[in-house]
């Protein structure tokens, strides 16, 4: 009967992050320094607003859109942070940013367009793009810092270009693009038959200056996606939302209708309470990966492994290259030899080959002792004849 899955479906593969996961989940005493889950608890006052809906039994379908007031504090909260002007009815709230970009992808993507992705790059963005029977393209970012660029771009604009996505502060590298830099790649695209797709997941936890988007220089070719899982520890509420012109939402909406409805009742009433009340909420979260962000850049630095300094987010992306291994090679051998979990640069895509990830949404006992750990292991490495 296997022939009767979709060959597409088949094609794709279980995200690289989760393979590893998986793979060393459950092993005694191993520290785990792999997943970007934040560490905090969803803010009290979240959580009382979810219980506050629950009892009043507001337990209903939603407008399929979302709520409207979710929908208008979305707008207020994106115009009030990073100077972005949307009306309610160019808002889609979503089961998370993963479905955000699912209706997105879907909604944007033909048979035989391409998408050009900055690599290394977060995993989850090519298997929904084959499964609209488009052409993930990547371009080699590591010359550059892990930035794309305008110049980088250039290149590879074909007549076939359907998108281009921007996924800044990155996932794995933590790196933000600059004013000038969104600015020529908006001057560049302009005008062009082409999508930007700007995944924005991480924009409250930008540790130099504040969060730049490019929906700023280019709102009528830009699909902004969001949510609240990293700026209000909100993973498993699942909420995002898509932000994007409005004749562009009036066909998500589809897409989104017929796949879930609405999202869920309870987290929209308390995703407008982190929204309104708790607008500022991820200030003190930042605060505190600020630190461990300095602590960890500097121990592993001090272990003489090269790595870009993040502008945001919550990961570190050494280079292990020195020690001729594959990623994933040398992650699991750290795991069997030091107890420490690290992400193999090569679920990134192949240009993440020679690096791995290393997530500091853990507090400070957790992250010294991981990194004692993979201290010990690089100097024994080291010492090998």
Known sequence: MKHLIQPRVQSIQISGIRQFFNLVAGRPGVISLTIGQPDFPTPEHVKTAAQEAIAADFTT???NAGLLELRQAACQFVADKYGLRYTPDEVIATVGASQALDITFRTILEEGTEVLLPAPVYPGY????????AKPVYIDTRP??????AELIAPYLTEKTRCVILPYPSNPTGTAL???????????????????????????????GRHRSIAEWLPEQTIVINGLSKSHSMTGWRIGFVF???????QMIKVHQYSVSCTSSISQKAALEALTAGKNDAETMRAAYAKRLEYAYGRLTAMGLPVEKPDGAFYLFPSIAAFGMSSFDFALDAVENAGVALVPGSAFSDYGEGHVRLSYAYSLDVLKEGLDRLERYIQQKRRRP
């Open 144 to 149: 550059n810092g892990f930035r794309l660029s």
């Open 178 to 208: 600059s004013a000038e830099e969104l600015a020529r790649i908006a001057s560049l695209l302009k005008g062009r038959p082409i999508w930007i797709v700007s995944d924005e997941i991480y924009s409250e936890l930008v540790y130099r």
């Open 61 to 63: 379908y939603t407008a």
């Open 126 to 133: 090519e298997p929904l793009i084959r499964l609209c029977g």
């Open 244 to 250: 994007a012109p409005a004749f562009a939402v009036e």
